[in-house]
């Protein structure tokens, strides 16, 4: 008898199992990751040259950050880049806490989230070499605003308006290094254990606690941390950090992620000419 052989056998299926199967869905997450990076479209930037490995934390807020830009790609308004792809922007630049010279020719201006892990890796890799060859030498200023990203980070507003609090007295920078430095500390805490902890950073460097309290409550200081979340929007910055560097006169160049010193470095000596 001969053998009758089925077009439609299993003969012609592929057969996955369920493990390789979610290892290739990784590797495909992987890949768009990648690309990710190089293309400029997420929150945080490798490099050879620098501690570039990515913790599950930080992968898992890659991914979510991802999900938050394909949903708000079509929301936030951005202006378009020139012909040649050098895209400038005009930043508006108010009352917002100054690091370095205010009369300096280039200015870098940050948006940032002190709950962010890749805003904490530019405060702790990058920003160290910026002020030894750029902010002490008097050719760039530092400018900081606020982009707390809500949906990832539950405890970042409060942070925000406890560092303009902090400014409020004169001790903007040393909060905003102990919000960074101590990240780990308060970045998981309930609301009145973060609230405890903040005013406590607050008593310890020096700063009156019954005004700082009261200003927490400040709707005007709520306000200025809103207005800079506004003003990521219409220049396009969704994610932290998120920098422009130049001066108001010409126009800023965008620089997306946790980058090493020699992106900044390319950008700043060739607005310094």
Known sequence: MSEHIDDNSNEDKIIIKKSTYN????GMVAAMIIATFFGGYTIGTMDNNSNSSVTAEELEEIISEMEIKTTQSSQVP?????????????????????????????????????????????????????????????????????????????????THIAAECANEQGKFWEYHDILFEKQSQWQNLSPSNLDTTITNFAAGLGMQSTAFQACMKSQEIADEVNDDTLDAASYGATGTPTFFIGNEEDGFIKLVGAQPFSAFQRVIDEQLG
């Open 23 to 26: 290892n290739l869905l990784k």
């Open 78 to 158: 951005t202006q378009q880049p020139t012909p040649r792809g050098t895209q400038l922007y005009k930043i508006s630049i108010d009352d917002d806490p100054v690091k370095g010279d205010p009369n300096a020719p280039v200015t870098i201006i940050e948006f940032s989230d002190f709950q962010c892990p890749f805003c904490s890796r530019f405060y702790s890799q990058t920003l160290p070499l910026l002020e030894e060859n750029y902010i002490d030498t008097g050719k760039i200023k530092l400018v900081f605003k606020d982009l707390p990203l809500d949906n990832l980070h539950p405890n970042a507003r409060t």
